[in-house]
Each structure stands twice: as structure tokens, then as C-alpha cells.
């Protein structure tokens, strides 16, 4: 039963790698692999957790005889829970920062990037694109804020090729400042969450290594354009009657929202409850301000009327029921005792974070980037445990401790892994449904540029670690 269950991860792993060639959702792949590896464990439930919980079974007995239905109601009681909990923290988390945007946009308080976009100079609009949205994805998860950048973008240049250059910045400047920020990111919300990492170490540790990995294939790409941008601005987009908010009021919205995520690490830092309900607290006090701006539509039953984007929609939901459904079958794979295996075997065979880090951006070129590190961090408990009892050096032991440096090193590197291909992250999919870009033309113009920047982010990694 391990063995079909690794074949059926496998097999799901192929289908997430090829999206875009089988056009069979990643995400419906993902809830599939975690559903189903789940009922094949329960249905061979007592082998399985005499392997791995004799102890806990046994005190859940409480001297009772053992029994099919014991052993489920163990496992759905103290196992599977578990697993639920922590994907269900990071889904809950992302559902705040959708639901916190889709009120921010609704109120037209991201309307002023447009402005700064009003010029003719290329270069300088690729770099005020790049900027904004690396500031928004540090804050946002990188999904989101590539889907709005690119309706906005896609709003004001008209020239399609020059679409798929600014769209590509988009999506190195998304995936480079997620990776920035714990709440950026899944893989980077996953590692706060666990306790792997502390949000000040963790971005500080990463500045300098994505910066390198964003700037040097930014300022390549801008090389390929012309002087001049061909687009069309308007001064402010039409409202009609979906909101009447001031420009001050939309300020206000903005440092609610964004400026509550900034609170967040220092919420949970006070309270050690999960960041997800500091998300959520943010989110009940935009939606308060809210409704108290736009109290006289709401009196006269003219609610906001803007559609929210259906790609911001739909790439929002997707993500999460990925992450909820990758995460349940990484979640079963550690139940069965193969992570340990596999952790056991880079052990014998690798034994070096650097070289990890190398597989991990390979393998997450093709490979969804929140899938691969999700599938190396899952290693982190197993490798420690091992490494004590095979009695290493101290020195090795200190990489996979709290801030060490393979968290580091599998976030940055599966990072930018999924700026090489355009199938290696979402927002390098969502790039490819909107200006049906093909993944030869994203890798001859801008892959190869990216595992340039990526390899210069590493070396400027490996100084600030081996100097600190």
C-alpha cells in the first residue's frame, strides 16, 4: 500500500509539472492525490500506525482490545487532524489576503499605480512595474498581485510582445518579493508556521539573495526594448456609482489593509496564535471602515457594483485548494514512513544544504514551486531525528535548527526555480492564460536570464551565511 500511494504522489507530481501540456488543473490534481492517499492509508490503518504510533495507539486504547473502528477513529482523532490544521491555517490565511484585496480593489485604492505607469519611457516603466510589484507580493501573496498587475498592464500596453516582457518582470518581481516575506508566499507562511523561521531573520536573510535574483534578469529584459512604450492611459478609471470614497478615505483603506499584514508577525510574536487570525482581525477591521465609507450606497441599497476580475478570482481559489490539497498529500507520504526513507537517502548520498538547494530550484523549474518546497521541508523533523541518532556534528545539526540555513536555502530556491520556466509557478501560469505565452519563448527570453540571476542570488547567499 506505501508503494501505490508513492506511485499515486508521483503520478500527481507529473500531472502538476505538465498543466500545461494535459490542461488538467493542478489543483483538482492536488485535492485528488490528498483525498485518495488518505482513504488508502485508513484502509490499511493498523499497520500503519503500529509503524509509526504504537505508543499514542496504545494510550488511546486505554486497555480496550484494538479494532478496525478503533484504529480510524485514532487516526482521524490524532493523526489526521493534524495535517488538516496546518493546511487549513495557511488556506484561512490566503482567504484573508484574497478577501482584503478584492475590498482594497472594489474601492479603486490601488488606482494610483496607474498614475505612476504615465509615461513614455520603457525602461522606466518596467522598472516602476517591477518595483510596485515587488512591494505588493512582499505584503500580498505573489498570486494575487501578479493577477492585478497584469490587468493592469495589460489595461495600458498594446504592443503584445511587449505585454509578454512586461508580463514576465511581473512574474520575476512577483515570485522574488513573495520570497522575501513569510506572509509572501505559501512555502514562506508554512515555515513561520512550524516554527522553522522568525520573520525578521527570515526576510533579512533573503533581501540581498532575491534582490540579485530580480534585478539582473529585470535590467536584461529591459535591454530588449525599445525607447519608446506604445499605451494608453486615462486619468482615472470611470466608477460610475460603485464607490464615492475620497482620495484620502482610499489612503486610509490602503494602510488598513496592507499596513494590518505588517502587524501581523508582531501579533502572533505577542500572542502565539496563528498569523491566519491576525489576517482574519485585519480583515474584519477593513471590512468595518468599509462599510462606515460607503454607508449611504448601502442605505440607498446601491452596494458596490465593480466586478471583482474573474482571473483574480479564480486564480486566488485555485491556489488555495492547491495548497490545501498538496499539503494533505505530503501530509500522508510522512505517514508512511517514506519522508523518512527519503530523508535518510539525501542524508547518505548528499549531505550538503548547498547542494539541496541546487536539486530544489531544478526540480521546482518544472515542478510547481510551492509543491517542491513543500516537499523539502516536509524532510525537516526526519532529517533532525536521524542525523541525532547517527550521532553528526553539531555544526550540520545547527542548518536545520530554528532561522537555520537550509530553510533559508529551500525558500530561495524554490523561489527562483519557478522563475526559469513559466509552468514553475502560478503566477508564471497565470502569465501563460493571459497572453497565451508559449514556455519555449518564456525560457529563451527570460528563463535563461533568471537562472543567471538565480545562481548570483545563491553565491550572494552562501557570503551572508558563511560570514555571519
Given amino acids: 500500500m506505501t508503494l501505490i500511494i508513492v506511485v499515486i504522489f508521483v503520478l500527481g507530481c507529473v500531472l502538476i509539472a505538465t498543466e500545461n501540456v494535459t490542461n488538467i488543473n493542478k489543483a483538482a490534481v492536488a485535492m485528488f492525490v490528498g483525498t485518495l492517499g488518505w482513504m488508502l492509508y485508513i484502509a490499511y490503518g493498523t499497520d500503519f500506525v503500529m509503524a509509526q504510533h504504537p505508543a499514542e495507539y496504545l494510550a488511546f486504547l486505554q486497555g480496550a482490545a484494538p479494532s478496525s473502528t478503533a ?10 487532524l493534524k495535517y488538516v490544521g496546518r493546511a487549513s491555517e495557511i488556506v484561512l490565511f490566503l482567504f484573508a489576503t484574497m478577501a482584503i484585496v478584492e475590498i482594497l480593489n472594489n474601492n479603486g485604492c490601488f488606482d494610483f499605480i496607474r498614475q505612476l505607469l504615465k509615461t513614455r519611457s520603457s525602461r522606466r516603466m518596467l522598472w516602476m512595474l517591477s518595483i510596485t510589484t515587488l512591494l505588493i507580493s512582499a505584503n500580498l501573496d505573489n498570486l494575487t498581485t501578479t493577477t492585478m498587475m497584469l490587468m493592469l498592464m495589460h489595461g495600458i500596453i498594446s504592443t503584445r ?25 505559501p512555502a514562506g507562511l508554512v515555515l513561520w508556521n512550524i516554527g522553522a523561521v522568525t520573520p525578521t531573520n527570515y526576510s533579512m536573510a533573503l533581501l540581498i539573495p532575491c534582490l540579485t535574483a530580480w534585478i539582473i534578469p529585470t535590467w536584461w529584459l529591459g535591454r530588449s526594448l525599445p525607447e519608446r512604450v506604445e499605451g494608453e492611459w486615462i486619468t482615472m478609471p470611470y466608477r460610475g456609482d460603485d464607490t464615492r470614497l475620497t482620495p484620502w478615505q482610499r489612503l486610509l483603506m490602503l494602510l488598513v489593509g496592507i499596513g494590518g499584514l505588517w502587524f501581523i508577525p508582531s501579533f502572533h510574536s505577542i500572542t502565539r496564535l496563528s498569523p491566519f487570525l491576525g489576517a482574519l482581525c485585519v480583515l474584519s477591521v477593513l471590512w468595518i471602515v468599509n462599510e462606515i465609507f460607503n454607508r449611504k450606497l448601502m442605505n440607498v441599497d446601491t452596494l458596490i457594483q465593480r466586478p471583482t476580475l474573474r482571473a483574480l478570482q479564480y486564480g486566488t481559489i485555485q491556489m488555495m485548494l492547491f495548497v490545501l490539497g498538496f499539503m494533505m498529500a505530503v501530509g500522508v507520504l510522512e505517514e508512511t514512513g517514506v519522508v523518512g526513507q527519503f530523508a535518510q537517502l539525501m542524508e547518505r548520498e548528499v549531505h550538503d544544504v548547498w547542494i539541496t538547494g541546487l536539486l530544489t530550484a531544478g526540480v521546482s523549474a518544472f515542478l510547481d514551486n510551492f509543491a517542491t518546497a513543500m516537499s523539502m521541508i516536509s524532510l525537516h523533523d526526519i532529517v533532525g531525528t536521524e542525523a541525532l541518532a547517527g550521532g553528526l556534528d553539531g555544526g550540520y545539526l545547527h542548518q536545520f535548527a530554528q532561522n537555520g540555513s537550509y530553510w533559508k536555502i529551500v525558500a530561495y530556491a524554490s523561489a527562483v526555480g519557478g522563475n526559469i520556466l513559466s509552468v514553475g509557478s502560478l503566477s508564471g501560469l497565470a502569465l501563460m492564460k493571459v497572453e497565451r505565452m508559449h514556455v519555449g519563448w518564456y525560457f529563451q527570453t527570460v528563463g535563461i536570464k533568471a537562472a543567471l540571476g538565480g545562481l548570483c542570488g545563491f553565491a550572494a547567499m552562501w557570503l551572508i551565511i558563511y560570514f555571519s
Fill in 71 to 80: 484504529v480510524k477513529e485514532f487516526i482521524a482523532q490524532n493523526v489526521f
Fill in 161 to 185: 510582445r511587449q505585454r509578454l516582457i512586461y508580463g514576465s518582470a511581473i512574474v520575476l518581481a512577483a515570485n522574488c518579493g513573495g520570497a522575501l516575506t513569510v506572509i509572501g508566499n
